[in-house]
């Protein structure tokens, strides 16, 4: 039955990645991106950052269309799906690198921002205009990542990239383009419902606030992104270095006696 299903929808299922394979694949990424010029890498991050700027525009879209005629756990449910779109884009349109080396990592942060921030305006620029954002909604948004101590947000962020770097793991270990978008869908509603802190796609949140001028100030942008980095920064590296490498380096070992 299932073969049929992959069959109708024109993909095929690939074998099923072990995790040693897994690891080969992730490191292969890592170095793909530090060998691309640094011109690349900033049309990437800046691609991705614009790109994932969908999640707040949509999530600021449903709040407006459905806060106060559905319940607030529903509500909740509607915008944290939403949240998910943004990385959909993002991942599945393989613009984003999962690289962590020091070049690599900041060029593609910086450019992360700045695309971050042109949606940001953006947003703010057209769904007011268009009257399908209520611009108070920005600032509602904004002030549920900054209105919190630094510790909660450098925890909130940690959690977040470590469900970032499963995302990664568990896209390399898809074997089909469904199950990666549903992988991605998952994890990022997750994010999205929990309201962690997210670096990129928090920016674009939190700069729409201070861009709209409704509730945060740029300081609360400093505070917000200052921690957030620090705990992403950690959260994912060590997912994927410590408990995923530490697992699956001892399968990666050539048997003996056995080729390359």
């Not at 292969?28 to 969908?54: H, K, M, N």
């Not at 205009?129 to 962020?157: K, M, N, W, Y």
Request: no cysteine.
């Amino acid at each position: 039955m299932s073969t049929d299903l992959h069959q109708e929808t024109g993909e095929e299922l690939g074998p099923k990645k072990g995790s040693a394979q897994i690891l080969r694949h992730e490191i292969q990424e890592g170095r793909t991106a530090i060998e691309r010029p640094v011109s690349g890498l900033f049309i990437s991050g800046l691609s991705a950052g614009l790109d994932i700027g969908f999640s707040l525009l949509l999530m600021a879209i449903m709040w407006t269309l459905v806060a106060g005629q559905l319940p607030g756990p529903v509500t909740e449910m509607l915008v944290a799906n939403m949240y998910a779109v943004g990385f959909i884009f993002v991942v599945l349109g393989r613009k984003a690198s999962p690289a962590a080396l020091a070049r690599t990592w900041a060029v593609v942060y910086v450019a992360n921002l700045i695309g971050a921030a042109a949606f940001a305006a953006f947003a703010v620029l057209i769904g007011p205009a268009l009257g399908i954002i209520d611009r108070r909604v920005f600032g509602q948004i904004a002030t549920s990542l900054t209105a919190h101590p630094a510790e909660v947000i450098f925890l909130s962020a940690v959690l977040a990239g470590w469900l970032m770097g499963l995302l990664s793991w568990l896209v390399a270990a898809s074997r089909d383009t469904i199950s990666q978008l549903v992988i991605v869908w998952l994890i990022a509603t997750v994010i999205g419902f929990a309201h962690l802190h997210h670096v990129v796609v928090g920016s674009v949140e939190v700069l729409a606030g201070v861009f709209a001028g409704e509730q945060v100030a740029a300081a609360d942008y400093g505070h917000f992104l200052l921690w957030t980095t620090l705990g992403n920064a950690l959260g994912g590296p060590l997912f994927v270095a410590l408990v995923k490498y530490g697992h699956a380096r001892p399968e990666a070992q050539p048997v003996s006696g056995g080729g390359p």
